[in-house]
Every structure is written in C-alpha cells, then in structure tokens.
C-alpha cells in the first residue's frame, strides 16, 4: 500500500514568487492536513480538508491557501514568498476528519526561500 | 486551550540504557486522542502509538512502551534497551477537532554507541 506521497523534496524559490506544493493522500484516505515546521516554531497545523472542503485553518496569512480534488489529492500555495517561509511543509491524510484512525505522514516538502 | 508540553528538549543516552521521553497535554474535552511520533533525519513524521482518551491501558510493543495516566494528563513514552537506531526527534501530540494535531517541541534523542 502506497504511503502519503509529495512532490517536490526539495524546492529553492525567490522571495516574492509563489510556490505549489502537492500531496497524493493514501488510498481510500479522505482527509488531508497540512504542517510547517521551523526550528524556532515547531510544527504547525496549515489547514485541513476533508471531501474537498477546508474544514479547519490554522494562524497563517491568507498568502498560504489550498485545496483537495476529487480524488483526494491535495495541493497547498503560498504566494508571494518571504524568507520566513523556508520551512518543511508535510502533509499527513486519514481516513476521516475525527483523529480516530490516526495520521499518516509524508516526506515532507523542503522549501527554501532566497 | 489546548497544549501538548514535552520539557525535555534533548536527552542523551549510551546504547542499552532505558529511556523515558515526558509528555504532558492540556485539554478540556473529555473525548481526545494522544499521539506519539519519531522524525528521523530523513523528516518523515513516523507513527508510533494512537491512544484515545478512554483507554488507560498501558502498551508495550517490542523495545517500546507507553504509559498514559489522565490523573496526571501525561503520556510517557520508554525506550528499553535503547539502539543507535533510535536516534531521532520524538513528538507527542494531542488531536484537536477538525483534523488538527497539536504537537510538543519534541525531544531530540541521541543514542551514542
């Protein structure tokens, strides 16, 4: 079975340019959430969707938004990028929006932003 | 508010030894899920333990094991007999409605042989 797969591992951008970051959830998984994590701030909760909805969002400008597709599949966008932007973006996907089945998680997205 | 709070930062250990990894959360809502993962250098957050809120047992699988006192609001994770592979970030975390993880700093381990 297939885990939680996102693409790019790696990504250098220019500050002010955006940046779309996608995440292939596991099969049959209906939930998707995104994090970034930072050393100085941890890990953080981006947003959540569940059957193409956003059910919950976390504390970031609205320059951070996503979406999820028909079949699951998530992508998140930050535009107009900032140097604090340069983190690790993971994204993670359950079977349901309630934490009951747990949360896997992907490789991650390096983002570094120059 | 909700607040998962793993006080040691970094703890370091030879082979073999036994170590215990804190984790102390927050929460108001009496139905709630505890979590445990390990981030090795690669990055991948790897799942560890699910606990639900209603089960007080304790778990051991393997090397590891988990200790989850609601009396206290801790859950503490022990690594018998530790292992160079061991060596990673461990976070606890607290599932908050709507999808949402609320994650320690996490404790950096470091096994030295």
């Known amino acids: 079975k297939a885990g939680v797969t996102q693409t790019p591992r790696y990504l250098i951008k220019t500050r002010g340019q955006q940046v779309t970051l996608s995440c292939s959830p596991i099969s049959g998984h209906r939930s998707v959430s995104w994090y970034q994590q930072t050393p100085g701030q941890g890990l953080q909760f981006l947003f959540e969707?569940?059957?193409?909805?956003?059910?919950n969002k976390g504390n970031f400008p609205g320059r951070f938004s996503g979406r999820q597709f028909s079949n699951s599949r998530s992508e998140m966008n930050v535009s107009t990028l900032e140097l604090g932007d340069s983190a690790l973006y993971l994204c993670?996907?359950?079977?349901?929006?309630?934490?009951?089945?747990?949360?896997?998680f992907g490789s991650g997205t390096r983002l570094t932003v120059v | 508010a909700q607040k998962v709070t793993q006080a040691q930062t970094e703890i370091s250990v030879v082979e073999k030894e036994d170590v215990t990894l804190d984790c102390v959360y927050e929460?108001?809502?009496?139905?709630?899920?505890l979590f445990w993962y390990k981030q090795p250098p690669s990055g991948e957050l790897v799942f560890l333990i699910r606990?639900?809120?209603?089960?007080?047992q304790n778990e051991i699988s393997g090397r590891y094991s988990w200790n989850f006192q609601k009396s206290t609001s801790s859950f503490n994770f022990t690594i018998t007999a530790s292992q160079v592979v061991d060596s990673a970030v461990y976070f606890c975390?607290?599932?908050?409605?709507?999808?949402?993880?609320?994650f320690g700093q996490g404790t950096e381990l470091s096994v030295k042989p």
């Open positions: 929460t108001r809502d009496t139905t709630y899920y």
């Open positions: 993670a996907s359950s079977l349901d929006d309630r934490g009951r089945y747990g949360y896997t």
């Open positions: 606990r639900n809120s209603f089960d007080e």
């Open positions: 969707y569940f059957s193409e909805t956003q059910r």
């Open positions: 975390a607290l599932y908050n409605q709507g999808g949402k993880l609320i």
